[in-house]
């Protein structure tokens, strides 16, 4: 049974901080390119970050590049993203998604 689990969300400040965590399991992670979505309130879902299987390869959306880093630990199967400076704008669920596979998503709310 594939299972994507997400954690890391919260409430935080403009300008704040967030690591998101991705735990996998059900699937050879290794073999899958990973990615973070996110979907705010009234807007479709949207690709924030990605990354190839050895992790040697990231992409990002514009509005994420340099401030969102994704990466990932193949050996715990698990791969993170880590938010600085964070804007009102960032406000969304976010989903970790791999293949078809999708995690239930975590809250992020960025509001002072």
């Known amino acids: 049974q594939v299972r994507l689990v997400e954690s890391g969300g919260g409430l935080v400040q403009p300008g704040g901080s967030l690591r998101l965590s991705c735990a996998a399991s059900?699937?050879?992670?290794?073999?899958?390119?990973m990615k973070w979505y996110r979907q705010a309130p009234g807007k479709e879902r949207e690709l924030v970050a990605s990354?190839?299987?050895?992790?040697?390869?990231?992409n990002y959306a514009d509005s994420v590049k340099g401030r969102f880093t994704i990466s990932r630990d193949n050996a715990k199967n698990t791969v993170y993203l880590q938010m600085n400076s964070l804007k009102p704008e960032d406000t969304a669920v976010y989903y970790c998604?791999?293949?078809?596979?999708w995690g239930q998503g975590t809250q992020v709310t960025v509001s002072s």
């Open positions: 990354i190839r299987n050895s992790g040697s390869s990231t």
């Open positions: 059900g699937f050879t992670f290794s073999n899958y390119v």
């Open positions: 998604n791999a293949h078809r596979w």
